[in-house]
Protein backbone atom coordinates (compact mmCIF):
# COMPACT_ATOMS: atom_id res chain seq x y z
CA UNK A 1 0.00 0.00 0.00
CA UNK A 2 1.23 3.59 -0.61
CA UNK A 3 0.71 5.43 2.65
CA UNK A 4 2.00 8.74 1.12
CA UNK A 5 -0.65 8.80 -1.41
CA UNK A 6 -3.45 7.06 0.53
CA UNK A 7 -2.92 10.07 3.02
CA UNK A 8 -2.92 12.86 0.39
CA UNK A 9 -6.24 11.22 -1.22
CA UNK A 10 -7.71 11.81 2.37
CA UNK A 11 -6.33 15.04 3.01
CA UNK A 12 -4.13 14.01 5.92
CA UNK A 13 -1.34 14.72 4.41
CA UNK A 14 -1.89 17.96 2.37
CA UNK A 15 1.71 19.50 3.19
CA UNK A 16 5.06 17.54 4.10
CA UNK A 17 5.66 20.22 7.33
CA UNK A 18 5.66 18.42 10.85
CA UNK A 19 4.95 15.42 9.34
CA UNK A 20 7.27 14.17 6.74
CA UNK A 21 5.13 10.61 5.31
CA UNK A 22 1.83 8.72 5.63
CA UNK A 23 4.04 6.37 7.52
CA UNK A 24 5.09 8.54 9.90
CA UNK A 25 1.42 9.50 10.18
CA UNK A 26 0.82 5.74 11.25
CA UNK A 27 3.22 5.93 13.14
CA UNK A 28 1.94 8.74 15.59
CA UNK A 29 -1.75 7.07 15.35
CA UNK A 30 -0.22 3.81 16.81
CA UNK A 31 1.42 5.70 19.14
CA UNK A 32 -1.15 8.05 20.38
CA UNK A 33 -4.01 4.78 20.53
CA UNK A 34 -3.29 1.76 20.94
CA UNK A 35 0.33 3.09 22.31
CA UNK A 36 -1.36 4.39 25.62
CA UNK A 37 0.09 7.71 25.67
CA UNK A 38 -1.59 11.04 26.34
CA UNK A 39 -1.58 13.57 23.31
CA UNK A 40 1.25 15.66 25.26
CA UNK A 41 3.49 12.62 25.54
CA UNK A 42 2.54 11.21 22.30
CA UNK A 43 4.03 14.85 20.60
CA UNK A 44 6.94 14.93 23.30
CA UNK A 45 8.25 10.74 22.00
CA UNK A 46 7.61 11.92 18.34
CA UNK A 47 10.42 15.50 19.22
CA UNK A 48 12.82 13.59 20.85
CA UNK A 49 13.04 10.63 18.36
CA UNK A 50 12.78 12.47 15.43
CA UNK A 51 9.62 11.38 14.46
CA UNK A 52 8.35 14.44 14.20
CA UNK A 53 8.42 18.13 15.46
CA UNK A 54 4.74 19.10 16.91
CA UNK A 55 2.81 20.11 20.08
CA UNK A 56 -0.08 18.14 21.09
CA UNK A 57 -2.29 20.88 19.80
CA UNK A 58 -0.68 20.21 15.82
CA UNK A 59 -0.98 16.57 17.21
CA UNK A 60 -4.97 16.83 17.71
CA UNK A 61 -5.47 18.16 14.37
CA UNK A 62 -3.54 15.92 12.50
CA UNK A 63 -4.99 13.09 13.78
CA UNK A 64 -8.59 14.36 13.76
CA UNK A 65 -7.61 15.12 9.92
CA UNK A 66 -6.41 11.36 9.34
CA UNK A 67 -9.65 9.40 10.53
CA UNK A 68 -10.25 8.85 6.66
CA UNK A 69 -6.72 8.02 6.03
CA UNK A 70 -6.83 5.40 8.62
CA UNK A 71 -10.02 3.66 7.66
CA UNK A 72 -8.05 3.09 3.94
CA UNK A 73 -5.28 1.18 5.99
CA UNK A 74 -7.69 -1.04 7.43
CA UNK A 75 -9.50 -1.83 4.61
CA UNK A 76 -6.13 -2.76 3.22
CA UNK A 77 -4.94 -4.67 5.54
CA UNK A 78 -8.81 -6.39 5.69
CA UNK A 79 -9.28 -6.70 1.79
CA UNK A 80 -6.13 -8.89 1.85
CA UNK A 81 -7.46 -11.48 4.21
CA UNK A 82 -11.12 -11.28 2.64
CA UNK A 83 -9.59 -12.23 -0.73
CA UNK A 84 -7.65 -15.62 0.76
CA UNK A 85 -10.37 -17.31 1.93
CA UNK A 86 -11.46 -20.08 0.26
CA UNK A 87 -12.77 -20.48 -3.80
CA UNK A 88 -16.03 -18.75 -5.28
CA UNK A 89 -19.04 -20.80 -4.20
CA UNK A 90 -17.35 -22.50 -1.71
CA UNK A 91 -19.37 -23.25 1.90
CA UNK A 92 -18.12 -20.20 4.00
CA UNK A 93 -19.51 -19.56 7.26
CA UNK A 94 -19.63 -16.06 8.53
CA UNK A 95 -19.82 -14.75 12.04
CA UNK A 96 -21.70 -11.03 12.10
CA UNK A 97 -22.46 -8.61 14.75
CA UNK A 98 -21.95 -5.51 16.63
CA UNK A 99 -20.21 -4.49 19.85
CA UNK A 100 -20.46 -0.67 21.18
CA UNK A 101 -18.10 1.41 23.07
CA UNK A 102 -18.82 4.40 25.13
CA UNK A 103 -16.82 7.66 25.33
CA UNK A 104 -15.31 8.87 28.84
CA UNK A 105 -18.31 9.82 31.24
CA UNK A 106 -20.64 8.75 28.61
CA UNK A 107 -23.73 6.87 30.09
CA UNK A 108 -24.87 5.79 27.64
CA UNK A 109 -23.12 4.31 23.85
CA UNK A 110 -21.25 6.19 21.40
CA UNK A 111 -19.40 4.05 18.90
CA UNK A 112 -20.64 0.95 17.39
CA UNK A 113 -18.06 -1.80 15.43
CA UNK A 114 -19.36 -3.47 13.00
CA UNK A 115 -17.10 -6.73 12.54
CA UNK A 116 -17.70 -10.44 10.52
CA UNK A 117 -15.24 -12.82 11.56
CA UNK A 118 -14.31 -15.96 9.95
CA UNK A 119 -14.25 -19.36 12.50
CA UNK A 120 -12.32 -21.13 9.98
CA UNK A 121 -9.20 -18.29 10.39
CA UNK A 122 -9.71 -17.68 13.46
CA UNK A 123 -9.72 -13.97 12.79
CA UNK A 124 -11.71 -10.54 11.56
CA UNK A 125 -12.28 -10.54 8.06
CA UNK A 126 -13.87 -7.07 8.61
CA UNK A 127 -14.55 -3.94 10.46
CA UNK A 128 -16.13 -0.80 10.59
CA UNK A 129 -16.46 2.00 13.32
CA UNK A 130 -18.99 4.29 12.87
CA UNK A 131 -21.63 6.28 15.97
CA UNK A 132 -24.03 4.93 18.12
CA UNK A 133 -26.93 5.85 15.90
CA UNK A 134 -25.98 3.14 12.89
CA UNK A 135 -28.06 0.08 13.51
CA UNK A 136 -26.37 -3.23 13.08
CA UNK A 137 -26.98 -3.96 9.70
CA UNK A 138 -25.35 -6.36 6.79
CA UNK A 139 -25.22 -3.41 4.71
CA UNK A 140 -21.96 -2.43 6.84
CA UNK A 141 -19.93 -5.11 6.39
CA UNK A 142 -18.48 -6.94 3.08
CA UNK A 143 -21.32 -9.39 1.65
CA UNK A 144 -19.48 -12.09 -1.27
CA UNK A 145 -21.56 -14.35 -3.56
CA UNK A 146 -21.35 -18.06 -1.75
CA UNK A 147 -21.06 -16.68 2.17
CA UNK A 148 -23.31 -18.08 4.56
CA UNK A 149 -24.12 -15.53 7.56
CA UNK A 150 -24.68 -15.85 10.92
CA UNK A 151 -26.39 -13.30 12.71
CA UNK A 152 -27.99 -12.49 15.74
CA UNK A 153 -31.62 -10.88 16.53
CA UNK A 154 -30.10 -7.43 16.16
CA UNK A 155 -30.16 -8.10 12.38
CA UNK A 156 -33.08 -10.38 12.04
CA UNK A 157 -34.77 -7.28 9.34
CA UNK A 158 -35.91 -8.06 6.13
CA UNK A 159 -33.38 -5.42 4.53
CA UNK A 160 -30.93 -7.74 5.60
CA UNK A 161 -32.18 -10.75 4.42
CA UNK A 162 -33.02 -8.98 0.63
CA UNK A 163 -29.19 -7.64 0.90
CA UNK A 164 -27.63 -11.04 1.35
CA UNK A 165 -30.02 -12.73 -1.54
CA UNK A 166 -29.19 -9.80 -3.75
CA UNK A 167 -25.43 -10.75 -3.38
CA UNK A 168 -26.31 -14.72 -3.43
CA UNK A 169 -25.33 -14.74 0.20
CA UNK A 170 -27.14 -17.03 2.79
CA UNK A 171 -28.34 -16.33 6.12
CA UNK A 172 -28.74 -17.90 9.35
CA UNK A 173 -30.52 -15.37 11.51
CA UNK A 174 -31.45 -16.22 15.02
CA UNK A 175 -35.66 -14.36 15.63
CA UNK A 176 -37.63 -13.52 18.55
CA UNK A 177 -41.28 -14.34 18.57
CA UNK A 178 -42.25 -10.98 17.28
CA UNK A 179 -39.21 -10.06 15.55
CA UNK A 180 -40.32 -10.59 11.92
CA UNK A 181 -43.85 -10.31 10.07
CA UNK A 182 -44.26 -14.38 8.89
CA UNK A 183 -46.16 -15.81 5.92
CA UNK A 184 -46.73 -18.60 4.71
CA UNK A 185 -46.03 -20.02 1.25
CA UNK A 186 -49.36 -19.06 0.03
CA UNK A 187 -49.37 -15.35 1.00
CA UNK A 188 -51.11 -15.77 4.83
CA UNK A 189 -50.05 -15.10 8.12
CA UNK A 190 -48.00 -17.62 9.56
CA UNK A 191 -48.58 -18.42 13.37
CA UNK A 192 -45.29 -18.69 15.02
CA UNK A 193 -46.69 -20.00 18.63
CA UNK A 194 -48.44 -22.34 17.05
CA UNK A 195 -45.48 -24.19 14.85
CA UNK A 196 -43.66 -24.76 18.37
CA UNK A 197 -42.61 -27.90 18.70
CA UNK A 198 -44.73 -30.20 20.63
CA UNK A 199 -42.95 -32.34 23.86
CA UNK A 200 -41.72 -35.19 21.70
CA UNK A 201 -40.08 -33.11 18.97
CA UNK A 202 -36.61 -31.62 19.41
CA UNK A 203 -36.54 -29.40 15.91
CA UNK A 204 -39.33 -28.68 13.62
CA UNK A 205 -38.94 -27.17 10.64
CA UNK A 206 -41.15 -24.80 8.03
CA UNK A 207 -41.27 -23.15 4.80
CA UNK A 208 -42.37 -19.28 5.53
CA UNK A 209 -41.73 -16.19 3.68
CA UNK A 210 -40.41 -12.76 5.25
CA UNK A 211 -41.95 -9.75 4.05
CA UNK A 212 -44.17 -8.70 1.23
CA UNK A 213 -44.47 -7.84 -2.07
CA UNK A 214 -41.43 -7.61 -4.70
CA UNK A 215 -39.44 -7.76 -1.14
CA UNK A 216 -40.51 -11.19 0.69
CA UNK A 217 -37.65 -13.44 1.00
CA UNK A 218 -38.36 -17.41 1.53
CA UNK A 219 -36.84 -18.76 3.82
CA UNK A 220 -36.48 -22.08 6.59
CA UNK A 221 -37.86 -21.75 10.11
CA UNK A 222 -36.20 -23.36 12.36
CA UNK A 223 -37.38 -24.47 16.09
CA UNK A 224 -35.68 -26.59 18.34
CA UNK A 225 -36.06 -27.31 21.70
CA UNK A 226 -33.65 -26.08 24.66
CA UNK A 227 -32.91 -28.82 27.54
CA UNK A 228 -34.68 -28.14 30.51
CA UNK A 229 -31.59 -26.10 32.52
CA UNK A 230 -31.11 -23.86 29.70
CA UNK A 231 -34.68 -23.08 29.34
CA UNK A 232 -35.26 -22.37 33.19
CA UNK A 233 -31.56 -20.28 33.10
CA UNK A 234 -33.32 -17.89 29.94
CA UNK A 235 -36.71 -17.42 31.74
CA UNK A 236 -34.70 -16.34 34.49
CA UNK A 237 -32.58 -13.78 32.91
CA UNK A 238 -36.12 -12.48 31.20
CA UNK A 239 -37.77 -12.02 34.21
CA UNK A 240 -34.59 -10.63 35.73
CA UNK A 241 -34.77 -8.34 32.87
CA UNK A 242 -38.00 -7.20 33.38
CA UNK A 243 -37.79 -6.59 37.27
CA UNK A 244 -34.93 -4.28 36.44
CA UNK A 245 -37.21 -2.25 34.47
CA UNK A 246 -40.35 -2.09 36.36
CA UNK A 247 -42.25 -4.25 33.84
CA UNK A 248 -44.13 -7.32 33.45
CA UNK A 249 -43.00 -9.98 31.06
CA UNK A 250 -45.06 -11.03 28.66
CA UNK A 251 -46.55 -14.64 28.74
CA UNK A 252 -45.48 -15.78 25.02
CA UNK A 253 -41.77 -14.05 25.90
CA UNK A 254 -41.22 -16.88 28.52
CA UNK A 255 -43.07 -19.66 26.45
CA UNK A 256 -40.42 -19.20 24.20
CA UNK A 257 -37.37 -18.93 25.81
CA UNK A 258 -37.41 -22.64 25.86
CA UNK A 259 -36.65 -22.63 21.96
CA UNK A 260 -34.24 -21.70 19.34
CA UNK A 261 -36.05 -20.02 16.68
CA UNK A 262 -34.18 -19.29 13.35
CA UNK A 263 -34.45 -18.56 9.91
CA UNK A 264 -32.07 -19.70 7.03
CA UNK A 265 -31.70 -19.05 3.07
CA UNK A 266 -29.76 -22.55 2.98
CA UNK A 267 -31.36 -24.96 1.23
CA UNK A 268 -31.95 -28.81 3.22
CA UNK A 269 -29.57 -30.46 0.70
CA UNK A 270 -27.16 -27.90 2.12
CA UNK A 271 -27.97 -28.12 5.69
CA UNK A 272 -30.33 -29.96 7.53
CA UNK A 273 -32.61 -28.85 10.26
CA UNK A 274 -29.99 -29.97 13.11
CA UNK A 275 -26.86 -28.78 11.03
CA UNK A 276 -28.06 -25.45 11.07
CA UNK A 277 -29.01 -25.71 14.46
CA UNK A 278 -25.14 -26.61 15.19
CA UNK A 279 -23.95 -24.05 12.82
CA UNK A 280 -25.87 -20.86 15.14
CA UNK A 281 -23.90 -22.44 18.44
CA UNK A 282 -20.88 -21.52 16.37
CA UNK A 283 -21.74 -18.29 16.87
CA UNK A 284 -19.54 -17.77 20.51
CA UNK A 285 -16.58 -17.64 18.97
CA UNK A 286 -17.67 -13.62 17.74
CA UNK A 287 -18.40 -12.97 21.12
CA UNK A 288 -15.05 -14.48 22.56
CA UNK A 289 -13.02 -12.15 19.39
CA UNK A 290 -14.90 -9.53 21.32
CA UNK A 291 -13.50 -10.27 24.48
CA UNK A 292 -10.36 -10.58 23.27
CA UNK A 293 -10.30 -6.96 21.50
CA UNK A 294 -11.53 -5.14 24.58
CA UNK A 295 -9.87 -7.27 27.44
CA UNK A 296 -6.00 -7.66 25.87
CA UNK A 297 -5.67 -4.44 23.25
CA UNK A 298 -8.35 -2.57 25.70
CA UNK A 299 -10.15 -1.33 22.96
CA UNK A 300 -13.38 -0.14 24.80
CA UNK A 301 -11.35 2.04 26.82
CA UNK A 302 -11.49 5.10 24.82
CA UNK A 303 -10.09 8.14 26.32
CA UNK A 304 -10.91 11.13 23.77
CA UNK A 305 -13.95 12.83 24.11
CA UNK A 306 -13.46 14.52 20.56
CA UNK A 307 -15.26 12.50 18.25
CA UNK A 308 -12.60 12.51 14.70
CA UNK A 309 -9.85 12.44 17.50
CA UNK A 310 -12.13 8.98 19.09
CA UNK A 311 -12.47 7.43 15.83
CA UNK A 312 -8.87 7.89 15.36
CA UNK A 313 -8.49 6.17 18.46
CA UNK A 314 -10.54 3.38 17.68
CA UNK A 315 -9.21 2.67 14.16
CA UNK A 316 -5.56 2.57 15.56
CA UNK A 317 -6.01 -0.32 17.70
CA UNK A 318 -8.21 -1.75 15.15
CA UNK A 319 -5.00 -1.38 12.69
CA UNK A 320 -2.63 -3.25 15.47
CA UNK A 321 -4.83 -5.86 16.05
CA UNK A 322 -5.22 -7.12 12.61
CA UNK A 323 -1.42 -6.51 12.15
CA UNK A 324 -1.21 -8.61 15.48
CA UNK A 325 -3.69 -11.39 14.47
CA UNK A 326 -1.91 -11.64 11.17
CA UNK A 327 1.50 -11.73 12.50
CA UNK A 328 0.22 -14.58 15.01
CA UNK A 329 -1.59 -16.31 12.49
CA UNK A 330 2.13 -16.79 10.30
CA UNK A 331 3.59 -18.29 13.36
CA UNK A 332 1.12 -20.93 15.04
CA UNK A 333 -0.47 -23.80 13.30
CA UNK A 334 -4.24 -23.20 13.84
CA UNK A 335 -5.62 -19.72 14.68
CA UNK A 336 -5.69 -19.34 18.23
Avoid at 158 to 173: G, Q, S
Avoid at 286 to 301: T, V
Wanted: positive net charge; glycine residues 6%; hydrophobic residues 45%.
Amino acid sequence: MDLDASAREHHALIRKRAVRSGADLLHLALIYGPGGLSLRSAASYATETGLANLCDVSLLGRLCNATDFLQDVLQHLLADRLGSIGAAGAFRLSLVDGSTISAPGSTGSDWRLHARYEPARGCFTDLLVTEARTAEALSCIAVRPGDVLLCDRGYARVRNFVHARANAADFITRIGWRSLKLYDLAGQSFDLLAALPSAGAAVVEHKVRIGSGKSAVEARLILARKPEDATLRQQQKVQRRASRKGCKTHPHTLRTAGFMMLVTSLPEARASAEQVVALYRMRWQIELAFKRLKSLSRFDELRAEEPKLARAWLLAHLIAAVLIETSLGEDLDSPP
